[in-house]
Structure formats: C-alpha cells, structure tokens
C-alpha cells in the first residue's frame, strides 16, 4: 500500500517512470521483488555473493535463460561492468528488441566533462 508500491503497479500506463537501485533483495518480500522487476530496462551490476542467486533469478526471467549461466555471468562482472537487459535499436535499426548486453561504464576520471 505504500505510494512507491503504486507507482510500480500504476505509473507506466500514466507514463510515469521510475530510476530505482537496490543493492539487496533478500530483505524484500517476493511480491515487492516482482514489482520492482516489472521494470522495463534493467542494470545488473555484480552483486554480493550473498545476493548473487536472487539478482541471477530475475536475469533469467527476464532472458529466459538458465539461472546457472547467470550465476556465472554475474559472478565474473569486473568494477565498472554490468549487463544492460532490456530494448534495443534492432541491428537494421528499424526495431526495438529485448537483448541482455554486457556494458562497461565509463569512470567519471577518464569522462571528458571538464574539456
């Protein structure tokens, strides 16, 4: 009942949207980690080993692949890399298609802001 909870469920067909980051997901109760992952675009940056499983379950669901390769692909991120899983221009760029791509993100040092 909480106002972010209804946001998740409502905001989108009111073309709301969201920006939200959890580094954990064990303390959330099963409905409030499906609504988080309704999410239309997501970042998986390398979680804890603690919380490696439970990132790697909603990888899978949203690939439909195998919740072990997630494991092993998340497990093995590098500091400043993380799978971008979500729509993307079609290589003909004509459409959009769902693909989980590996990224690295830029470090702010090596951006040129400043020139």
């Not at 209804?6 to 303390?27: C, V």
């Not at 298609?97 to 830029?106: C, D, E, F, G, N």
Request: glycine residues 6%.
């Amino acid at each position: 009942g909480s106002p972010l909870s209804k946001y998740l469920r409502e905001g989108r067909k009111f073309g709301l949207s969201l920006i939200l980051a959890t580094q954990t997901m064990s303390n959330m109760k099963k409905d409030e980690r499906d609504r988080m992952f309704q999410a239309e675009h997501k970042l998986f940056f390398k979680p804890a080993d603690t919380e490696l499983k439970a990132f790697a379950d909603i990888a899978a669901l949203a690939t439909r692949q195998k919740v072990d390769d997630w494991i092993l692909k998340l497990s093995s991120l590098s500091k400043g890399e993380c799978y971008s899983i979500g729509k993307t221009l079609s290589p003909d760029g004509e459409r959009l298609v769902s693909k989980a791509l590996k990224i690295r993100i830029t470090a702010l040092e090596e951006r040129s802001f400043n020139e």
